[in-house]
């Protein structure tokens, strides 16, 4: 090594090993928050923000900004019944059967107030190793549907916590979603209610055909979305403003006026209408509890009240 090299290291050697005199610090600006790398901080955190919330399955006061759970309910068919003036209703027989809450989520561990509601029986050999685990860690039976619900606050309820039919009032409006019956492979006539073609002249072999898809050379091509043949059916509906006419809660069965999606058996969710709001002062909220006498199996069933006028002489 030359003397000129020696030289020029011995003049960089105290400026690359030199150690800094004072800690190297970043501006943090307000408001934003930091995690340590140590595991203690967070568990100490989650432990205090979880012990803060206390959930007591207790009545109480329902507010309009109130949002109540909705319920499962298995679909048992239809029928129909007259009332008392006369008039024949069509009827949905809904068949809630043991809902209970498998879990409750908040803002702190899941972003959410939302209730998870479990329906059903199911036995453990039928169900995965992650739903045994899911419903062994919240100390709740096995329960064959699972379906959250967001609600608000004040309208969490325990785990375990058990929903009946007289969660509804009669005479209110919920709003019934389900999976429609599966109808396979349709023409664009049924599916989409296409008019169809000419049934006599100048259409041979064509007479439900959906017609021409599209133009000339410009755009040459069929626009994505066209409604054609295809598969029709199963898919997700929700009927609103749905009318309960009548609840029995010796079997937790609940009628309600007109048709709901899905076949018989199927299972459908219910919740409060968001159109034809319910009258708060009439509803049980968070949900309605029973008390320690009360004899469910020996309880008459509850009617709406369909008034004192007689519809067919309204008129007169």
């Given amino acids: 090594m030359s003397a000129l090299s020696r030289d020029l290291v011995s003049r960089l050697r105290p400026l690359l090993f030199v150690a800094p005199t004072s800690p190297i610090t970043t501006p943090i600006r307000s408001g934003t928050h930091f995690r340590t790398f140590s595991a203690d901080a967070v568990i100490e955190e989650n432990d205090n923000s979880s012990s803060s919330r206390i959930i007591e399955a207790v009545p109480g006061l329902m507010t309009s900004n109130s949002r109540r759970t909705g319920v499962i309910a298995v679909k048992c068919g239809m029928t129909a019944l007259w009332d008392k003036w006369g008039a024949r209703i069509p009827i949905s027989i809904l068949w809630m059967d043991d809902n209970i809450v498998s879990q409750v989520k908040i803002p702190e561990t899941d972003g959410i107030f939302a209730l998870q509601i479990g329906c059903g029986q199911k036995k453990e050999k039928h169900l995965t190793k992650p739903e045994v685990g899911h419903f062994r860690s919240q100390g709740v039976p096995m329960k064959r549907k699972l379906r959250e619900f967001p609600v608000t606050e004040d309208a969490l309820l325990p785990v375990g916590t058990s929903i009946n039919v007289r969660h509804f009032v009669p005479g209110q409006y919920v709003d019934v979603t389900g999976i429609t019956k599966g109808k396979g492979f349709q023409g664009g006539m049924k599916r989409w209610g296409f008019k169809g073609m000419p049934a006599s002249h100048g259409a041979s072999l064509s007479h439900r055909s959906i017609g021409s898809t599209g133009q000339r050379d410009a755009p040459g091509k069929v626009f994505k979305g066209k409604k054609m043949p ?17 609840i029995d809660p010796a079997r937790n069965l609940m009628w ?61």
């Fill in 230 to 246: 295809g598969h029709m059916g199963v898919d997700q509906r929700t009927v609103k403003n749905v009318w309960v006419y009548k």
């Fill in 256 to 316: 309600v006026k007109g048709q709901v999606p899905g076949a018989t058996g199927n299972f459908v969710f219910i919740k409060d209408a968001v159109y034809k709001k319910p009258d708060i002062s009439l509803l049980p909220f968070p949900t309605y509890f029973a008390t320690e006498d009360e004899d469910s199996t020996k309880l008459e069933p509850l009617l709406a009240d369909l008034g004192d006028t007689d519809p067919f002489m309204a008129a007169d």
